[in-house]
């Protein structure tokens, strides 16, 4: 069942009481998010190759923002095209997560939910959301379209393509 812009505008318009997810108190170093086992050091959350020795557990924004089921970033993918090559696009779709996740730990697909006008995938942050319309845009060209919002901490992503 589409949604509408409306549900859609409701979940970015309550970001503004969820400043925790990036401008929140800085939790003590090192932390582990429960979660994701990312770790809080020197000022960020990474992913770490070694066991880390940390007495402090938070959750992560990005896993805050799962368990909120807030997203920071929604992309519509819309048309014709999609119908004629989904596999390929979902691909195309999860890898660029792939490449921006495993930079940025805050950076990551909610969930990818097939509608019955196309696809819509919630991110926990606005790069990978940004990183995934312009990868549809260059791959299979199609119209892009973003807007930010809430001081640039919310996006959302529209891509059309309607011939096959
Ligand atoms: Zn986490």
Redesign the pocket.
Known sequence: MYKGVYGRKDRLVQQKRHDVYRNGRKPPEPTI?P????VFSGGRWAWVDDAVDAVNET??P??QRIADNLPAGIIEVLGSFFDDHREEVIGLIKNTESLEKGEH?LERIIRIEEQDHGLEITTTGVHVARRIGDALSRSYHGDLAFTYGDAEKTIQVTWVRNDS
């Open positions: 998010c979660d994701c086992s990312a959750r992560c990005a896993c730990p």
